[in-house]
């Protein structure tokens, strides 16, 4: 929330180890989801943030090789250990999650009467890799053999009704192969293709 402009933006789920790890650079991942403070610090913030989100999800999947080489600012040296890297990622994180505080507000039938406080994108996103560090569900790749994305829930573009009325997607963590419905559906009409390519071959 920007507190100056009043805007706000929902940022998707696992977008820090999505839409952060495949955006080129700052500038891209401003231009498709808000932008961070405009300061001199946010591109060196963006490129710790995202070093942090490499070495957890590498990590999470068990790659330690991985999570040792993920690319790290420049000027850095390089993990020697994955102690290092966890190291990293804890003061990475931490010094994003200084934006935000647990506290009790007062709330009328127009909504809080405190003022809302202001975080921006790379903010948010720590705090997501904070509570996918916490919530310690295994991490999988993606089945889908043109994919492979690393991820912890299954994307879904199904909608559900929340209790408020409101719509929201459905997201899977148990019992599933594929990244995103999508990837799923792709994957099944690729190996459905080469049955029948089979199938025609054999009836030759």
């Known amino acids: 929330m920007d507190a100056d402009t009043g805007t706000s933006a929902h940022l998707p789920e696992e977008f820090v180890i999505r839409e952060l790890l495949d955006a080129s650079d700052l500038d891209a991942l401003e231009r498709e989801h808000g932008a961070a403070w405009a300061d001199s610090g946010a591109v060196l913030r963006f490129r710790h943030l995202r070093t942090a989100a490499r070495y957890w ?4 999947l068990g790659d330690e090789r991985a999570a040792l080489s993920a690319p790290i600012a420049d000027g ?5 250990s994955v102690e290092w890297g966890a190291v990293h990622m804890r003061d990475a994180v931490n010094s994003e999650l200084k934006a935000f505080s647990m506290r009790l507000v007062e709330v009328d039938g127009h909504g809080a ?6 975080v921006d994108l790379l903010q948010v996103a720590a705090l997501q890799l904070a509570l996918l560090a916490a919530d ?6 993606c089945a ?3 994919c492979g994305r690393g991820f912890v829930r299954q994307r879904s573009t199904r909608r559900k ?5 409101e719509y929201a997607g459905t997201a899977h963590a ?13 994957q099944q009409a690729r190996e459905h293709r080469r049955r029948k390519r089979v199938e025609k071959g054999d009836s030759a």
């Open 136 to 141: 310690g569900l295994n991490a999988r790749r």
């Open 113 to 118: 009467l405190e003022p809302q406080f202001s």
């Open 144 to 146: 889908n053999e043109t």
């Open 174 to 186: 148990v019992g599933v192969r594929y990244c995103s419905a999508e990837c799923g559906k792709a």
């Open 161 to 165: 009704t929340t209790n408020r009325g």
């Open 76 to 80: 850095w040296e390089a993990f020697t």
């Open 57 to 60: 999800l590498a990590a999470a």
